[in-house]
């Protein structure tokens, strides 16, 4: 078992006690401002002492003001990628972000299918538009995440806007994210679901479990510039905790912690949303 402080630093050689470092994969897109994405992941990994990987699925250019363009990686040279990386080294769990493509979705999709790594150590954060409206995902990469992901994964970290895409149907009160969260959940029986609420006043997060027990997380409103990048922080961290042997709602509680902190202790950085502050000291 990790030991983890109530902080988010817990060293540089964490490990199940055989002496090795744990590792976590991440498979999303480049932010070249480092506040979302492959790089924002894996600070939150080294935050919390894991060596993190990475698979890029697609270069951005993008800034702290938006996000400009995307250039997609072929589902080839992502496919490759993770097979080079699961032949080479023990991963304990991944988290999966910005896909870009139906054949992305793919690529992640047959990797799993192959890699034994248990799906209550996958965690997807489904990143379907950028805060600044860019489309990082198309309706065929909706359709081929239903199709050949979500059976694959474990948990789920839809905010309100990303439910209501997956579920079918607008998501505007709290009611209305149980039911769509349910009705997703459906499909789905072994997925857990955390509906991150920083789309809502107060931003209060919703944990539907694969065996039905649900649960509200209330939460606070942070008075920052630094919001980018949030949903990546915390599914990393929600996978750093269920690493760790954390128990679902301990675990979601810790990850909301952990981004909370994040922001609070956030500097000024550019000129748009910024990024969080991975490795402040509780």
Not at 75 to 86: F, G, H, I, S
């Amino acid at each position: 078992m990790l030991d983890f402080h109530r902080q988010n630093m817990i060293g540089s050689s964490s490990n199940f006690g055989d002496g090795k470092p744990l590792i976590a994969l991440t498979i999303a897109g480049f932010d070249p401002s480092s506040g979302a994405g492959v790089t924002a992941d894996l600070k939150v990994f080294a935050a919390h002492g894991l060596y993190g990987v990475s698979a890029i699925t697609a270069l951005t250019v993008q800034s702290t003001q938006g996000v400009r363009r995307v250039d997609a990686v072929s589902p080839e040279v992502l496919a490759e990628t993770l097979a080079c990386l699961a032949e080479d080294l023990e991963i304990s769990g991944l988290k999966i972000g910005m896909l870009a493509t139906a054949g992305n979705v793919d690529a992640v999709g047959n990797f799993l299918e192959r890699s034994g790594i248990p799906p209550e150590r996958v965690v997807l954060d489904p990143v379907l538009k950028s805060s600044s409206g860019k489309e990082l995902l198309s309706a065929e990469g909706v359709s081929r995440l239903r199709e050949n992901l979500l059976h694959r994964v474990g948990w789920i970290t839809p905010n309100a806007e990303e439910l209501a895409v997956l579920a079918g149907g607008p998501v505007l009160t709290r009611g209305a994210v149980e039911e769509r969260a349910g009705r997703l959940a459906a499909s789905y029986p072994d997925l857990n679901l955390v509906v991150t609420g920083g789309h809502f006043d107060p931003p209060d997060d919703y944990l539907l479990l694969a065996y039905g027990k649900s649960q509200w997380f209330p939460g606070h409103r942070i008075q920052t510039t630094a919001t980018h990048g949030t949903g990546c922080a915390f599914s990393s961290a929600l996978l750093i905790r269920l690493l760790a042997g954390d128990a679902a709602a301990q675990a979601v509680r810790e990850a909301k912690a952990y981004v909370a902190g994040a922001m609070a202790a956030a500097q000024r950085v550019g000129k748009g949303r910024g990024p969080l502050n991975h490795f402040f000291r509780a």
